[in-house]
């Protein structure tokens, strides 16, 4: 019998130094809400998605690439850009065939943190695309990092539970040597019958930061399974469908 | 209303930089086992417990204080040392009065960086002595950072279960803004019925490395509420009972 290839869960990107990702798919998490908005807007059909790490990063690739800029700092559109962090200000009609330069601080921090460690393959997961995201790693047969993008290096509670989400679904396929994987999977089947309701029973840190921005919507929409369901790569800079 | 003290938990030593400790009382928390060892030995009527972070360390303070030096690599008591880490190696009639010098590497070193960064206070924390943990915290109205160990780094379960029992018994009286603390208290409650089933079921890899060296018996009496119910203090590079 042929060994299973390893699955890890890193809760926070101040963990992901302790694991060697050079032979794994690297699953980027950032449940509220870059990697939610991602998928949906690649969904919708944009042409890419290239995340930067700065709002002046964000303004200087968005003039090269005649790309629509977007981030939010606070809860309200960055200065200097166009659009905010909303899966909802991406529909088809509006993202279609366009370039989407987005500035996120976790999400792109950790993408550049696995790159830097030499990940084989990363790759983007939200509850959105949770489908894909599964049948990608069942297909690789590789080994395996949910890397969560937490909040400033704080542990968060929705990215934890899409990476038990994750290990829920694909777990008889991986060897699985990793706490923190079994307390996300263990998180998610307590939470997964109204995964809303657990975020706001849970006192949730974004959950509140997030209703506070009147954003209950977008909340429950990122957690949704399937609404936006394909798989976004990051290939020389962007990330696009494959 | 006065506002409440805060209350945090860091499942990792590599995620408590992330925290200012300086106004809190640092709970140090490795259950599987050197915090439940220690309060063992001092509930046993051991004078002092120092704990050091190696071997030759060890030796040498042992040396200097006539005191038992005690620690384990790789399941085995390590080479120059002459007791082990469980718990059952110290009963009263062995114990009393005397000092252990304890070597053990995720603990210490927590210790050290909560001292480092100025903590007000740091006690010992173990399911053996949950009440006396919680009917400190309460006591005293400060700031709390529960500090697990983990496993060179990496999160672990039980800790975070025996953080989680501490939320669920003190959190009334604190403003809980972590979602670590809330993950924390929901594992615990799914798993309290039965914590070392619990572990089993999850597949800890504590539980599984234990296991392997033929100590159940030391995993179910860690797991424990109450058995040693006495308050560990770290004072002057000693841990006593205050």
Do not use: Q
Request: with cysteine; charged share 25%; proline share 2%.
């Amino acid at each position: 019998m042929s060994k299973k290839p390893s699955l890890y869960t890193s809760l926070s990107p101040a963990l992901l130094h302790l694991y060697d990702i050079s032979n794994s798919v690297v699953v980027v998490i950032d449940i509220l809400r870059a990697t939610s908005t991602i998928t949906t807007a690649l969904y919708n059909g944009a042409k890419e998605v290239i995340p930067v790490d700065s709002v002046s990063r964000c303004i200087e690739i968005g003039k090269h690439v005649s790309g629509i800029t977007a981030g939010e700092r606070d809860g309200k559109i960055a200065e200097g850009l166009s659009y905010g962090n909303s899966p909802f200000e991406y529909p088809e009609e509006f993202i279609k065939g366009k370039t989407l330069v987005l500035t996120t601080t976790n999400g792109t921090k950790l993408l550049h943190m696995a790159l830097d460690k030499g990940a084989k393959e990363i790759i983007i997961g939200a509850f959105t695309n949770l489908s894909s995201v599964c049948n990608h790693l069942l297909e690789m047969k590789k080994d395996v990092m949910l890397a969560c993008a937490a909040w400033k290096d704080r542990v968060n509670l929705e990215d934890t539970l899409f990476a038990g989400a994750v290990v829920s679904k694909v777990k008889e396929h991986f060897d699985i040597n990793c706490d923190s994987s079994h307390m996300a999977e263990s998180l998610y089947n307590v939470g997964k019958s109204d995964l809303y309701e657990f975020l706001k029973s849970n006192d949730a840190s974004h959950y509140h930061r997030l209703t506070g921005f009147g954003l209950e919507k977008d909340i429950r929409y990122c957690l949704t399974e399937d609404v936006a369901d394909i798989l976004p790569v990051y290939i020389d800079g962007k990330l696009i469908i494959e």
